[in-house]
């Protein structure tokens, strides 16, 4: 099982929930798991030719990768981070 630190701008999928449990041995099966608890939490973080979208970043544990093919081990952490913009 991995655990998945949701960013703030997320956390309406997740009924406000920053911290949640799922299961995938990739980041990709961790988002689709993911989905199919809190629909369209996927799309925000994945484009529609299965890569990360430009303004996300993926951590396992302290690296950064951006392959939703990337292994993930029991116990691991996934973080998403979004970037913020403004003025």
């Known amino acids: 099982m991995t655990q998945v630190l949701i960013p703030s701008q997320l956390t309406s999928y997740t009924g406000g929930v920053t911290r949640v449990d799922a299961?995938?041995?990739?980041?990709?099966?961790?988002?689709?798991?993911?989905?199919?608890?809190?629909?369209?939490?996927?799309?925000?973080?994945?484009?529609?030719?299965?890569?990360?979208?430009k303004h996300m970043r993926l951590f396992i544990g302290q690296t950064e990768t951006r392959s939703v093919a990337a292994p993930l081990g029991d116990g691991d952490e996934l973080l998403i981070f979004g970037a913020l913009s403004g003025g």
Do not use: A, S
Request: aromatic share 6%; no cysteine.
């Open 23 to 53: 299961v995938g041995v990739t980041v990709g099966g961790v988002l689709d798991d993911l989905d199919r608890r809190f629909p369209g939490l996927k799309f925000r973080v994945i484009d529609e030719q299965d890569r990360v979208r």
